[in-house]
């Protein structure tokens, strides 16, 4: 059974999403470094991820390349204040009830929220999303959800990205330290569009909206310099994202989608996914149930705004969504059927 959360829990979680739109990264292991390459210098970032070391490129040794390591020092500055105080409230939160990441996928999450992928547009969707919009709606859910699957769903209508915003997917993973490959397609000839970590199960993979005819292959994403998985009806699931924080370190700040449309969307998946995949459509609609229902008694006219998107989407969505609807509570499908009067 769903259970609410404590006040102070909510409001700490609330304080600790307000801290977050900030950015509190430090310089901790971190160094600028400089290399001679054929008589000019270059400057690198050298860090550790664990134990394993890491080196990047920044640029040539410059005035341009200088005042991005002043900027990102004064960065560091300005958060020191705000680190400790982040860091308790995450500490209340999840003393309070709410689900945080393991570490490995929280490191995960980190690293690409440093990158730039959520304020490039990155959307976290799946069971990592379903976990942050309970602590969002102020509640606990019922049962465990866990996954080894990080997905990011990102719109490829976007403009493209401006130069501070821009991400190079592969080479943040590639150079993270933590072990990432590409996951080859079944088409060789195709580039890949998720990174699984070496030696383990720990999966990143880049999604977007298909739109028209089906594609018979990725879609690039100029804003991430990389290629995604097209889905159909992904377009309904992230039109109107929200901002959410992880509890996780000092806050991981993420983009997720309308609590809403994810339930209604996970209806309408769990009856597209072939029948070897059953446990997890039986997943998608218990994790809808428990949505809607924190909806229906406290934010109703949220659903009602997701159906009418819903319904302007029309034809095979809302004939998934009525036939997943049917293995809901009849409760529960009562109290849609009145919503909607």
Same mark, same amino acid.
């Given at each position: 059974?769903?259970? @609410?959360?404590?006040?102070?829990?909510?409001?700490?979680?609330?304080?600790?999403?307000?801290?977050?739109?900030?950015?509190?990264f430090?310089?901790?292991?971190?160094?600028?470094?400089?290399?001679?390459?054929?008589?000019?210098s270059?400057?690198?970032?050298?860090?550790?991820?664990?134990?394993?070391?890491?080196q990047?490129?920044?640029g040539?040794?410059?005035?341009?390349?200088?005042?991005?390591?002043?900027?990102?020092?004064?960065?560091?500055?300005? /958060?020191?204040?705000?680190? !400790?105080?982040?860091?308790?409230?995450?500490?209340?939160?999840?003393?309070?009830?709410?689900?945080?990441?393991?570490?490995?996928?929280?490191?995960?999450?980190?690293?690409?929220e440093?990158g730039?992928?959520?304020l490039?547009?990155? $959307?976290?969707?799946?069971? !990592?999303?379903?976990?942050?919009?309970?602590?969002? @709606?102020g509640?606990?859910?019922d049962?465990?959800?866990?996954?080894?699957?990080?997905?990011?769903?990102?719109?490829?209508?976007? !403009?493209? /990205?401006?130069?501070?915003?821009?991400?190079?997917?592969?080479? @943040?993973?590639?150079?993270?330290?933590?072990?990432?490959?590409? $996951?080859?397609?079944?088409? !060789?000839?195709?580039?890949?569009?998720?990174?699984?970590?070496?030696?383990?199960?720990?999966?990143?993979?880049?999604?977007?909206?298909?739109?028209?005819?089906?594609?018979t292959?990725?879609?690039r994403?100029?804003?991430?310099?990389?290629?995604?998985?097209?889905l159909?009806?992904?377009?309904?699931?992230?039109?109107?994202?929200?901002?959410?924080?992880?509890p996780?370190d000092?806050?991981?700040?993420v983009?997720?989608?309308?609590?809403?449309?994810?339930?209604?969307?996970?209806?309408?998946?769990?009856?597209?996914?072939?029948?070897?995949? /059953?446990?997890?459509?039986?997943?998608?609609?218990?994790?809808?149930?428990?949505?809607l229902?924190?909806?229906?008694?406290?934010?109703?006219?949220?659903?009602?705004?997701?159906?009418? /998107?819903?319904e302007?989407?029309?034809?095979?969505?809302?004939?998934?969504?009525?036939?997943?609807?049917k293995?809901?509570?009849?409760?529960?499908?009562?109290?849609?059927?009145?919503?909607?009067?």
């Amino acid at each position: 059974m769903v259970q @609410l959360l404590d006040q102070a829990v909510v409001n700490a979680y609330s304080d600790l999403l307000g801290a977050s739109l900030s950015p509190a990264f430090d310089g901790k292991g971190l160094s600028f470094t400089r290399k001679k390459i054929n008589g000019r210098s270059y400057v690198y970032v050298s860090a550790k991820v664990g134990s394993v070391p890491m080196q990047r490129y920044l640029g040539p040794d410059d005035e341009n390349t200088q005042a991005l390591i002043d900027k990102e020092k004064a960065l560091w500055t300005e /958060a020191a204040a705000s680190r !400790p105080t982040r860091a308790r409230l995450v500490n209340m939160v999840l003393a309070g009830g709410v689900a945080g990441p393991t570490p490995q996928e929280g490191r995960i999450l980190r690293m690409l929220e440093r990158g730039g992928v959520f304020l490039a547009g990155g $959307v976290l969707v799946g069971t !990592p999303a379903f976990r942050t919009l309970g602590a969002l @709606l102020g509640v606990a859910w019922d049962g465990q959800f866990s996954t080894r699957d990080v997905d990011i769903a990102v719109d490829n209508r976007l !403009p493209v /990205a401006i130069d501070s915003n821009r991400v190079d997917l592969r080479e @943040l993973l590639e150079t993270s330290g933590m072990g990432f490959v590409e $996951v080859p397609m079944l088409n !060789p000839k195709q580039p890949a569009t998720s990174y699984k970590m070496r030696g383990g199960e720990f999966r990143v993979e880049l999604l977007t909206p298909e739109r028209g005819k089906p594609r018979t292959g990725p879609v690039r994403i100029p804003a991430f310099n990389a290629v995604a998985e097209p889905l159909r009806y992904l377009d309904y699931l992230i039109e109107d994202p929200q901002p959410a924080v992880i509890p996780f370190d000092v806050g991981i700040l993420v983009n997720v989608p309308d609590p809403a449309r994810f339930a209604v969307h996970k209806l309408v998946i769990s009856q597209r996914r072939a029948t070897a995949f /059953a446990a997890k459509s039986a997943k998608d609609i218990d994790q809808a149930r428990q949505v809607l229902e924190v909806l229906l008694d406290v934010r109703p006219g949220a659903v009602v705004a997701a159906m009418d /998107a819903a319904e302007r989407v029309g034809g095979k969505f809302m004939r998934h969504y009525q036939a997943a609807a049917k293995l809901l509570p009849e409760t529960l499908q009562k109290a849609l059927v009145d919503v909607m009067r």
